[in-house]
Structures are given as structure tokens and as C-alpha cells.
């Protein structure tokens, strides 16, 4: 999730190295740069590559790959939210009142996004600002494009296993499914000692796991009980990379703490996804 940094700072560091380039490539973003690569055959790509040291070239080499494989769309839609990152993560830090030299150096086409992000940030509590500041999956989180996959997937060995009862759950067909659905409805429903007839028809093995699981779910609003049910239906929908993803992320938000969690769902609230074509070229028409 550190790509969109790591990116700016190689490509800075390219910059850095390259003081021989024409100087009409003075003042671009690292971005811009990026975008130069990516546009090259790859003949002239590989004699640019070539000139740089070996460590840049590599990650850059790494990063083009990854890049030309992508759609169009997204490739589009990363490269803008990663651009948009640039110009607005030194304004973070600074205080409002002071932001104006800052702000008139940002390109027009990014500026309004900018500011836009800005005023979402200034609304946070400095608790939860400081939190995102500390955590690079945060401070990405506030430029995320708009696209399905915006991120690429866990390295190969570390996706989580499905849990066995959701690798059932998955084998029902839909009527079976619906079936389950209504019947978990139906239980809160009945009154205390109906409930205690249900559970205690249930076999020894698996009795003690359910009223564990009935007395968590018995702790919820109604409202909260329906979304748990349409998040399952929407669960049995995922392929099999969606729901890899599924769970890591809720691996994740286990193991974070109650402030990063608040900070997350902040994030979630007042920075929503890029709308389409956000960033330097306006939307076709």
C-alpha cells in the first residue's frame, strides 16, 4: 500500500540523478515523469532505463510492468490519485492560514481537488490527524481512485484461508441460502423459551458453538442483524480473489487498534473514492 510514496520518492531520486536531462523537464511532477516512461516504445524506454542506477532502474522496471498491464482506466486512475497525493501531502502538515504560497504552485487542474481534500482534513480531530500522518495506508486511503482493484493483491503465500464455514456456505445454491437467511430471522423472532428449544435441538458438537454465535448476534439492533444478512448474501457473490481480499482486510482490522479504526472510518467517511477522470485531463464527453 506504500507503492504510491515509494513511487514519488524513486522518481524524485531519478530526477535527482538525471541533472543532465533538458531542462524543459524542470518543474514536473515525479508523476509526469512516470507518465513519459510508460508512453515510450520500448526501445527508447530501455536506453532511458539504461542511463539510470541500477537500484532505480529496477523498481522502475517493476513498476512499468505493473503499470502497462493494467486497463487503461486504471492505469489512468492510479496515476492521477498518485498525483494528487503529491501535491497534496506537504499541505497536511501545514497550518491553514499559511497555505496559500503552497497551494498557487499546485497545477490548476489538480488545485481544486486539493483544496477539497483539505477542507475534509481540517474537519478532523488533530487525534485522528495524527494518526493518519503515522500510516501510509491512510494517507493513500485519501486519494484512492475509483476503481474496482485499485490495489494489487497479497503477494502469493500470504492470502488467509477461507474459514470451512463460509467454504460451505459457498456450495449452497441460492434457495438454500434464502432458506438459512429466513430461518436465522425467524429464531429472533420467537420468544426466550422457543429459543431455548431451537439451540437445544441442535447436536451436542455443535450446540455450544451456536449459542455463542446467537448470543453475539442477540446483542445487535435489528438494523445491525439485517446488515450482517445482506453482507453474507454479498460475501456468497465474491470470486474467490474479492473474497481473499475480504478477508485480509478483516484480518487487518482485528489486529488494529480502537484509534486507527476510528481513523479509518473517518477516512471512509469524508474522503470518498476519485469520481472518474479526477486530475489533470477533464472526463471525455
Avoid at 62 to 73: F, I, N, Q, S
Avoid at 88 to 103: C, G, H, K, N
Avoid at 168 to 177: F, G
Avoid at 258 to 271: K, L, M, N, P, Q
Wanted: net charge positive.
Amino acid at each position: 500500500m506504500r507503492r504510491a510514496l515509494q513511487l514519488i520518492a524513486l522518481l524524485l531520486t531519478t530526477l535527482l540523478i538525471g541533472a543532465a536531462e533538458p531542462a524543459s523537464t524542470a518543474g514536473r511532477s515525479p508523476v509526469t515523469a512516470f507518465r513519459v516512461l510508460l508512453a515510450m516504445r520500448s526501445d527508447a524506454r530501455a536506453t532511458e532505463l539504461a542511463a539510470k542506477p541500477a537500484r532505480v532502474r529496477e523498481v522502475l522496471s517493476t513498476r512499468l510492468r505493473e503499470y502497462d498491464a493494467l486497463a487503461p482506466a486504471e492505469r489512468e486512475a492510479r496515476l492521477r490519485a498518485t498525483e494528487l497525493h503529491y501535491h497534496l501531502r506537504p499541505l497536511l502538515t501545514t497550518i491553514p492560514l499559511t497555505r496559500a504560497a503552497q497551494l498557487a504552485v499546485v497545477p490548476e487542474s489538480f488545485r481544486p481537488l486539493v483544496e477539497e481534500r483539505l477542507a475534509a482534513w481540517d474537519k478532523l480531530p488533530a487525534q485522528i490527524q495524527r494518526e493518519i500522518l503515522t500510516n501510509e495506508r491512510l494517507l493513500q486511503a485519501i486519494t484512492r481512485p475509483n476503481v474496482p482493484n485499485a490495489f494489487p493483491p497479497l503477494p502469493p503465500g500470504l492470502e488467509p484461508r477461507v474459514p470451512d464455514n463460509v467454504a460451505h456456505w459457498q456450495t449452497l445454491d441460492a434457495q438454500q441460502r434464502e432458506q438459512l437467511l429466513d430461518s436465522f430471522t425467524y429464531y429472533f423472532r420467537l420468544d426466550d423459551n422457543a429459543k431455548t428449544r431451537v439451540v437445544a435441538a441442535l447436536p451436542e458438537p455443535k450446540r455450544a458453538a451456536a449459542e455463542r454465535t446467537l448470543d453475539q448476534f442477540a446483542q445487535l439492533t435489528t438494523g445491525e442483524r439485517a446488515a450482517c444478512m445482506t453482507a453474507l448474501r454479498q460475501l456468497s457473490q465474491m470470486t474467490q480473489a474479492e473474497q481473499t481480499r475480504f478477508y485480509a482486510n478483516a484480518e487487518q482490522w482485528q489486529k488494529m487498534s480502537e484509534t486507527e479504526r476510528a481513523a479509518w472510518r473517518r477516512v471512509v467517511i469524508e474522503f470518498p473514492p476519485l469520481p472518474p477522470g479526477a486530475g489533470p485531463q477533464p472526463p471525455l464527453p
